[in-house]
């Protein structure tokens, strides 16, 4: 199974974080690749690729033109050190402030897409599995806007391009709603989207991911939304786990795309909800027993110490002699 990465993550790294009126670090931090690419480079089964960057006309598959020109005049028009902080609520293609740009954030944001599309590709040439170590994390972009440490939406790109093969279903096991993922599929038939995710009315992104919201028009029942306490622990997880793969089984999908948050991990700073390496095991296992082609994509996830340890859980899991 092939691992894609990017070196250019490494040109994102802002050191601050504005969010309710206070600066806090900055997590989503370039250490998180390497923590992953540590773990990963030593794991049977698992070889690692460098993938390029994907193109504007790549980004255009998913995205609206304002959001990929934008981004990249603002990302371009920055000296070496100086950051664009967002401004509150709405600002132009920023839905929040989570997302400030540095010089290489466009770079970087095109390398993550680049992860994706290759994992994608990887699949349509007869892998049965593929992984995107991306970072920036995607989920949080919609179709026009960015926010929440994320620029370009990785899994929405790969999803897209699987779709040249078939159906597709996206399984979204971050932490938080992928609200951009959502908007880019919400009023569309072929890609089924599912989120287990904390509770809206109690975390970010606090606008989208309520159990309503079930798409729109063509894509009216394509959306399934299962919020759950922040504290909900592995038990209910678990068990939403199954009505997500019931869901999304439904339509016999040709490809399964898992935008995977480890911010889920009971020690995450976001304090997760109560899963551990064990259960990313259950969960890998349990995609594989699903019997589909997967390509899994990585999102949020902040504390280092766990985050390598939990994907080779997770891959152990997918890539288990029968
Ligand atoms: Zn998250």
Redesign the pocket.
Known sequence: MKAFYSTAHARHAPSDDYEGGTWYPYVEVPERIEACLAVLEKLEGVELAEAGPASKKDLLAVHAPSLVDGLERISGGLAAGEVYQPKPFLDGIFADQSSPVTKGTFRAACGAAGCALAAARAVLGGEGHSVALCRPPGHHAGRAFCGGYCYFNNAALAAQSLTAAGRVGILDL???HGHGTQDVFYRRSDVDYASIHADPAVEYPYRWGFAHEKGEGPGEGHNLNLPLAPDCGKTAYLEALERALEFLGRQSPASLVISL?F?THRSDP?QGMGLDEKTYRTIGARLKDAGLTTVTVL??GYNLAVLGGSWASYLVGLLKAD
């Open positions: 971050d932490y938080h948050g911010d976001y999102e949020g």
